[in-house]
Structures are given as C-alpha cells and as structure tokens.
C-alpha cells in the first residue's frame, strides 16, 4: 500500500519561509520521481517541482530561484523548501510520486500553507 505523508504547512508571514515534508511508503523511493503540486481555490492543481531519481529538477516559472526540491533516499523523503514567501503561493501542497517505470501517479492527503500578515 502506497502512502505519501506531509508535514510542514501552516500558517507564514510574507517574506517569510517553510520546510514541506513528504515520507514515502509502499514504492521504491530510489526509482520514483517524486513531485510537489499546489492547488489554490477555484483554480486547478498545477506542479510546483519535481525531482527525479537522478536528482534532475524542475520547476513552476512562479517559484523558481524561491523553491527548493531536494530528496533523501536514505529516509524515502521528499522535501520543498520555500523561501520568500508570497500571498499567492497560499494553496494545499500535494505530493507527488511516480514510478519511473510506470504511468501511475500516487498522492500524498495535502497540507495547507497559507501566506498571510
């Protein structure tokens, strides 16, 4: 059984920053490209970053030079390190993960960050 944890939403400042955590289980972490996504009110998830097993990124126009995708295959965890926070960033953050080998894309339950002074 395939499950995604995340931890680390809440509450932040403008300007400010968070640390998102997401602890896989149930897949082989070390061949998994993992991901984060985001979905605001009213509006479609969209893919924040992601990372693949050979530790190759991507991300959103919106986030780059702010985000941070990083991985540990050791602790099968995938983090998002999110600096310089904006309003527009408030959203629940998914976490993403996909076999390399296979077209099915499993979810993490969500955690809410909410960028507000």
């Known amino acids: 059984q395939v499950q995604l944890v995340e931890s680390g939403g809440g509450l932040v400042q403008p300007g400010g920053s968070l640390r998102l955590s997401c602890a896989a289980s149930?897949?082989?972490?070390?061949?998994?490209?993992m991901g984060w996504y985001r979905q605001a009110p009213g509006k479609e998830r969209e893919l924040v970053a992601s990372?693949?097993?050979?530790?190759?990124?991507n991300y959103a126009g919106s986030v780059k030079g702010r985000f941070t995708i990083s991985r540990d295959n050791a602790k099968n965890t995938v983090y998002l390190q999110m600096n310089s926070l904006k309003s527009e960033d408030t959203a629940v953050y998914y976490c993403?993960?996909?076999?390399?080998?296979?077209?099915?894309?499993?979810w993490g339950q969500g955690t809410q960050v909410t960028v507000s002074s």
């Open positions: 993403s993960a996909r076999n390399v080998q296979s077209t099915v894309l499993y």
């Open positions: 149930g897949i082989i972490f070390r061949i998994s490209t």
């Open positions: 990372i693949t097993p050979g530790g190759s990124t």
